[in-house]
């Protein structure tokens, strides 16, 4: 009932509604599974399981053949996301007390500036295949978004001397997973083109808890009023900044926070390829007008519990 259809809410107001992967072939399975694109290509999984780095053209051909299979859709490419959990032995990362605070993701890459505009001259390069954009992880603070596009510049103007051709407007924006980012986010909304909020990290950095320690994994819920009112102000930032704001955490699949999402003013939602139909129907049953309502009456609750209880008394 739900395939090969727009995805609209009650009103019918449209939402794009995306797919994360992590290997160019998964770009089959999103169009497959009647993804309008992909809204979060995990890039590591090219960089894992082999004992060299990926060279340019290894990249390129990897990025390409995921934008050609999607035909004109988009494709968001996140550079880099290292460090933390995920290892990547022949790097010879050192060993940190807090791998989570530490080293990772865009702050790894702009120290380690070859690697990074390797990924990026590459990434440009299938960018005039379709429809390619570039995100970069983990970002806390302007500096990092400022220094992150200067790179492309480098890059672009590599690549043109070099005479080879690349989408000059490719659009850059950043994923919002940190306090940091939230608490700044009309700052940063100023400096990119979009956000895609990463529920996963976004839950633990504000809860201040590691979802794999048993002992404080009750704090891990994107239902905890600091995680939602972090939620909120990142989609308000960029609603009045006129930036597009997507969700592509595994929050964004949830049936209990879909409506929030609407009223909150979402716009694309990226979930795995089997989860597309199911957020299609869900997000089909809501108006905005009992959106509105639901999220007026959680956002007055004290406590994760209470706003759980509600949301399922409603759904
Ligand atoms: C996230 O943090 O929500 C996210 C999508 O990124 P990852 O799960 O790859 O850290
Ligand atoms: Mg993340």
Not at 124 to 136: E, H
Request: glycine content about 8%; proline content about 3%; hydrophobic content about 40%.
């Amino acid at each position: 009932m739900f395939r090969n259809k727009k995805t609209l809410n009650a009103d019918g107001t449209e939402y794009e509604l995306f797919c994360n992967i992590g290997k160019p072939e998964d770009a089959v399975k999103a169009v497959e599974c009647d993804g309008e694109g992909v809204g979060l290509f995990r890039t590591e999984f090219l960089f894992m399981d082999r004992n060299s780095l990926p060279n340019e053209n290894e990249q390129f051909e990897a990025y390409k053949k995921a934008v050609m299979v999607l035909k004109g859709k988009p494709l968001i490419i996140r550079t880099l996301d290292i460090g933390g959990d995920k290892e990547i032995p022949y790097l010879g990362l050192e060993k940190e007390e807090n791998p989570f605070m530490g080293y990772r993701a865009i702050r790894y890459c702009l120290g380690n500036k070859d690697l990074f505009k390797t990924q990026i001259r590459a990434i440009l390069r299938a960018s005039v295949y379709g429809d390619i954009r570039i995100m970069f992880p983990l970002v806390t603070c302007v500096e990092e978004v400022r220094h992150g596009k200067t790179l492309v510049e480098e890059c672009k103007a590599e690549l043109k001397a070099q005479g080879k051709g690349f989408n000059n407007d490719i659009k850059i924006g950043i994923m919002t997973e940190t306090a940091a980012s939230a608490a700044i986010a009309d700052l940063l909304a100023k400096e990119c083109d979009f956000f895609s909020i990463g529920t996963n990290d976004l839950t633990g950095y504000t809860m201040s808890c590691d979802r794999g320690n048993s002992k404080v994994s009750y704090l891990y819920s994107h239902f905890q009023p600091a995680v939602l009112r972090m939620i909120e102000k990142i989609i308000k930032s960029a609603s009045e900044n006129g930036i597009t704001v997507g969700m592509c955490g595994e929050a964004a699949a949830d049936p209990m926070l879909v409506p929030l999402l609407i009223s909150f003013g979402l716009t694309e939602f990226s979930v795995s390829p089997v989860s597309v139909l199911k957020v299609r129907k869900e997000i089909a049953k809501w108006t905005k007008r009992d959106a509105d309502a639901l999220r007026d009456y959680v956002m007055t609750l004290h406590t994760q519990s209470e706003i759980v209880e509600y949301i399922k008394s409603k759904l």
